[in-house]
């Protein structure tokens, strides 16, 4: 166990999808847990079940210093009472990212990067490891469906499953056995400057795996250890054309013209078969069997808020994703259209920080222009002021659709309460996730 001389850990931002499983995470070792977070939540109560403590107040007097280390997110702005407390006592302070690094060097990595599809596919790894090998140790960004959690433990794993996050150059810390990166598309540039420079990041992220590194056949990296590429009929490991059928995809994935493996896949969308893709190449170029591989992967039930089907009926569906740059958008509605080809499409977008909007407010009218009908919410700022100009209302502006519209979150309830749309998909990844049980229950009654 890393940190063998750590008793108590505080986590500032316990509350995050990442934080929290690094919580569970010494939670399992038998080390008191503390933590802060600005909003009770789900995750937060589940942790406070579990045995943490945590506070929901930003107050000097509630920050502890009778600690041994504390664990912060970049999420927390430098303006939070708990830092003056924390450096006046000298308490060690790593990021969430050091930490997972930490683990990564103890035990054999499998880590999942890219600007899109990275939990889900991440997932897909640690739920093919569980299967196959009977334990794992995984930290995802999202709630595994198959176990209602962001994290498995097991002290008798093989291996760990993690996410690499670009954000904040976070994946720089890992050493990882085995990778992949599903691309390297434009994001984040309030942090990278440029698209370029991203790429480089990437790139240095690649030149620490260790063993082998699996990508999309676009990704253009290189690397000294096994570079193995996949593709939708192109690669290594070729994805056939998917065929549908009642609301399942049939994957068929061929190396070298040699059929490895035919399975049902339960996720809609050619970028989810091309994520099954990429975790089935990883997993069997780490030594795992293709048909246990194969197998694993027509039981996985997906993640939460990843095209999660909160609500289904004869005659109205409703899908929510965590959707939030062009890129996803575009891949939740194909993925829309795809088994709903003949019902019309209602999209409720909530924008992600000023800066992602101002970088990509064409993309984003574009691929929100393919909806039926468009409700736009609000930018949420996370941890960023207002832009002068960037607005959900100029975004609004740019998008082609007849049937347009900005709405508060208590209107939105009224618009689905009154109009009950058949298809209806709410996208972002802000805290639009809080009208989901309020939108079903309008669906419900």
């Known amino acids: 166990m890393i940190l063998n001389h750590i008793h108590t850990v505080y986590f500032l931002g316990i509350g995050g999808i990442g934080m929290s499983a690094l919580a569970r995470y010494f939670l399992t070792q038998g080390k008191v847990v503390k933590g802060y977070d600005r909003t009770c939540t789900p995750l937060t109560e589940a942790l406070e079940a579990e045995g943490a403590e945590v506070v929901y107040d930003d107050l000097a007097e509630l920050v502890p210093y009778t600690i041994d280390l504390c664990i912060y997110t970049p999420a927390i702005p430098a303006t939070h009472s708990a830092w003056d407390v924390l450096k ?20 054999p990595t499998l880590a999942v990067a890219g600007t899109h599809g990275k939990t889900t596919t991440s997932a897909m790894v640690a739920h093919i490891v569980q299967s196959v090998q009977g334990c794992v140790d995984a930290f995802v ?8 959690s962001n994290f498995l433990f097991d002290a008798q794993a093989k291996f760990a499953v993690v996410e690499a ?3 904040d150059r976070s994946f720089l810390q890992l050493s990882p056995q085995g990778s992949i990166v599903t691309n390297t598309d434009a994001d984040h540039l309030d942090i990278y400057g440029t698209a370029d420079t991203l790429t480089q990041e990437f790139q240095s992220y690649a030149n620490l795996v260790n063993d082998v590194l699996v990508v999309h056949e676009s990704v253009k990296l290189t690397s000294e250890k ?17 065929t549908i059928q009642n609301g399942r995809q049939f994957i068929t994935i061929k190396k070298e013209n040699e059929v490895l493996a035919q399975f049902e896949f339960i996720l809609p969308g050619i970028h989810n078969a091309l994520n099954a893709t990429a975790a089935f190449t990883l997993a069997v170029e780490s030594g795992l069997a293709a048909q246990e591989v194969a197998k694993a992967l027509s039981t996985f039930e997906g993640v939460k808020r990843r095209f999660e089907r909160v609500y289904e009926s004869e005659s109205m569906n409703y899908i929510d994703d965590y959707a939030h740059h062009p890129t996803e958008i575009n891949a939740a509605i194909s993925a829309a259209r795809q088994f709903y080809p003949k019902t019309e ?8 920080l000023f800066s992602r909007t101002k970088d990509f407010m064409d993309g984003f009218a574009e691929e929100l222009s393919k ?15 207002p832009m002068e100009g960037i607005t959900s209302a100029a975004l609004l502006e740019k998008i082609t659709l007849d049937h347009k519209q900005l709405l508060t979150p208590n209107e939105v309830l009224d618009f689905v309460t009154n109009d009950k749309p058949a298809l209806l998909m709410t996208l972002g990844a802000g805290d639009i996730d809080r009208l989901v049980l309020p939108i079903l229950n309008r669906y419900q009654s």
Do not use: C
């Not at 960004?141 to 209602?148: F, L």
């Not at 096994?226 to 998917?242: A, C, E, F, K, V």
């Open 88 to 107: 006046e006592h000298h308490i060690p302070m790593k990021k969430r990212a050091e930490v997972l690094g930490m683990i990564s060097r103890e035990i």
């Open 141 to 148: 960004g999202g709630v595994m469906t198959n176990y209602q």
């Open 165 to 167: 996050d670009e954000y």
């Open 226 to 242: 096994r570079m193995i590429s996949y593709g939708l009929n192109i690669g290594d490991y070729q994805l056939q054309t998917p």
């Open 345 to 352: 499409l209602t999209v409720v977008f909530q924008p992600h």
């Open 371 to 385: 909806a039926d009908r468009l409700v736009l919410m609000d930018i949420y700022p996370a941890r960023e002021l």
